[in-house]
């Protein structure tokens, strides 16, 4: 079975705190994604990640950034954390795709973070 | 311009009857992917099924299947014999192969689905 972790369930930080999100993976695959979801807004990609070191800004990347140093681990930053982060935070990894199709991405249980 | 859209934002269904869950897409890529996804109250992202846009039937995985229709732009979800535990939001999604790089899902706002027993 894919299995993606998540480092936190919930998690509460203070305005204007550096706030690191941890995601990893155990199927060795390319791809890696951070999402975040809001009621009524659905999920929307922040960044993704194709390789390692390797990474491209999704719909929403303003506020964020990511590292990717390992390729079973992908991490989201919050730099300087504000109240319009609070929410549920989504990682997801999948195969890269090819000729043959698309490949579903698997993910994590989620992080909800509240910002105060 | 909304590329994925799911007019349905709650529904409630009697036990066993079949429901239908309403997916439209706005592309112009010829190759894409359509995904649908259940999020139960725990809050995990489970995928359902996946179809492609060169696929020549309809995706079928056990109880769910997705009635394609390419010309309207429609996916929607079709699940057979409800069950209390299908209750849960269900996502419609979208990769398009022009999107290059890592393929990045892009998902509509979700239907909540209620089965009442």
């Known amino acids: 079975d894919v299995k993606v972790t998540q480092s936190s369930r919930y998690l509460v930080k203070r305005t204007g705190e550096k706030v690191f999100l941890e995601c990893v993976q155990d199927m060795d695959h390319e791809n890696m994604f951070w999402y975040r979801q809001d009621p009524g807004l659905g999920l929307r990609l922040i960044y993704f990640?194709?390789?390692?070191?390797?990474?491209e800004k999704g719909d929403i990347p303003e506020g964020y950034s990511v590292s990717r140093e390992k390729k079973e681990r992908f991490s989201l930053i919050l730099e300087s954390a504000s109240t319009n982060q609070t929410s549920m935070y989504l990682c997801?990894?999948?195969?890269?795709?090819?000729?043959?199709?698309?490949?579903?991405?698997?993910f994590g249980p989620g992080t909800r973070l509240t910002v105060t | 311009a909304q590329k994925i859209t799911q007019t349905q934002p709650g529904m409630f269904v009697q036990e066993k009857e079949a429901v239908t869950l309403d997916c439209t897409y706005d592309t112009s890529d010829p190759s894409y992917g359509l995904f649908w996804y259940k999020q139960p109250s725990s809050g995990e992202m489970i995928f359902l099924i996946y179809?492609?846009?060169?696929?020549?039937q309809n995706a079928t995985e056990g109880r769910y299947s997705l009635n394609f229709q390419k010309a309207r732009k429609s996916a929607n979800l079709v699940i057979s014999a409800s069950q209390l535990g299908d209750s849960a939001m269900y996502f419609c999604?979208?990769?398009?192969?022009?999107?290059?790089?890592?393929?990045?899902?892009?998902f509509g706002k979700g239907t909540h689905l209620i089965i009442q027993p």
């Open positions: 990640s194709y390789d390692v070191k390797m990474k």
């Open positions: 179809q492609g846009s060169y696929d020549q």
């Open positions: 997801a990894s999948s195969i890269r795709s090819g000729t043959s199709g698309f490949y579903e991405q698997y």
């Open positions: 999604a979208m990769r398009e192969f022009q999107g290059g790089g890592a393929d990045g899902l892009t």
